[in-house]
């Protein structure tokens, strides 16, 4: 992985962390700032390869813990997804939607 990209990710992981108090917002874990790269995932509500410039924007991403990270992945893999997990209803955790998602990923 490039530099640059590594850059952009930890950057997209920061923000969401920050704006989500380091706390899962699925089930309410918290985590803290020094512990939060092991606990928790920055989530892409809308997979990186269907978002201009990979998504890595806040308004496309939001905190889980491992569990919930899970619940959440299985949309991206076909499987049923458990009630809370659709991605209307992630975006709905951070006040956001896809819509808003993609313009402030082709601002990128």
Known sequence: MSAQKKQVRKAFRAAVFERDGYSCRA???RSSPE???AELDAHHITDRNEMPNGGYVAENGVTLCADCQKNAEAHHRGDPVPPGF????LYGLIG?????????ADKE
């Open 27 to 29: 089930c309410g874990f």
């Open 35 to 37: 512990r939060a790269e």
């Open 96 to 104: 956001s939607s896809e819509g808003a998602a993609r313009a402030a």
């Open 86 to 89: 659709a991605p209307e209803d």
